[in-house]
């Protein structure tokens, strides 16, 4: 791909909103762009005059997107989806937590207090913790799958993985991995340690409520919906 074609698009795109059809779009505008780019090359042009005369080709640019805004009609729904998910994903993020939290507590408040038995405390806070993880998985599940159809185009998919044709992208992707990787160390260190395997893997289920917690209040993406 062309590095000054990438960036052209990359900068025509920098006030556009992340929406699913806008990618969709910045992705087919890259590609027909470099398909003449590279066919102008194949003429004997040279780079310059071939990446003018791909631009030249694509004519006004400005009126694809403008395809981009919804209908007026549509923005009231699109806003209600977006703040509707911003409370689903805040509540489903705190009953991850807060699973985490009953569990570690119980047990705790039971030996200080002597409430009652240490073991059943454990049993009840493992118990309510997945509860917490049931509820907060489904309401993440019905918040996705609830988005009315019609408004769908305006949303940015959700893929497994960053953009990293983006600044931004590249470094979340590469935060992620680092992340990632500390975690296993972790994992690993406690588990060998205290060879506590079946109540280590916890680890994983307070490390993934801590990330989706920093990509929601840094504002970090996984291609999620905008």
Not at 51 to 78: C, Q, V, W
Not at 94 to 119: K, N, Q, R, T
């Amino acid at each position: 791909m062309n590095s000054k074609i990438k960036n052209y698009v990359d900068v025509l795109f920098n006030d556009v909103p992340k929406t699913r059809k806008a990618a969709e779009l910045k992705e087919e505008i890259l590609s027909t762009l470099n398909e003449h780019f590279e066919a102008h090359l194949a003429e004997g042009k040279s780079e310059n005059q071939a990446y003018t005369d791909a631009l030249a080709d694509m004519g006004n640019i400005d009126e694809l997107l403008e395809s981009l805004a919804p209908e007026r009609e549509l923005k009231p729904k699109i806003d209600d989806y977006r703040r509707r998910k911003a409370r689903n994903t805040s509540i489903a993020v705190m009953l991850y937590i807060g699973g985490v939290i009953l569990l570690c507590a119980l047990p705790g408040i039971s030996d200080i207090f002597g409430v009652w038995d240490e073991d059943k405390a454990g049993i009840t806070g493992f118990i309510l913790m997945m509860c917490c993880v049931a509820a907060a998985t489904g309401l993440l599940i019905y918040t996705r799958m609830s988005v009315p159809q019609d408004v769908e185009p305006y949303i940015v998919s959700k893929k497994s993985g960053f953009d990293t044709s983006t600044e931004q992208g590249r470094h979340w992707a590469a935060y992620s991995k680092l992340y990632w990787m500390v975690v296993t160390i972790i994992y690993l260190s406690v588990s060998f340690t205290t060879m506590a395997w079946h109540i280590t893997w916890i680890i994983w289920l307070i490390a993934s409520a801590a990330w989706q917690a920093i990509l929601l209040f840094t504002g970090g993406k996984d291609e999620s919906e905008d």
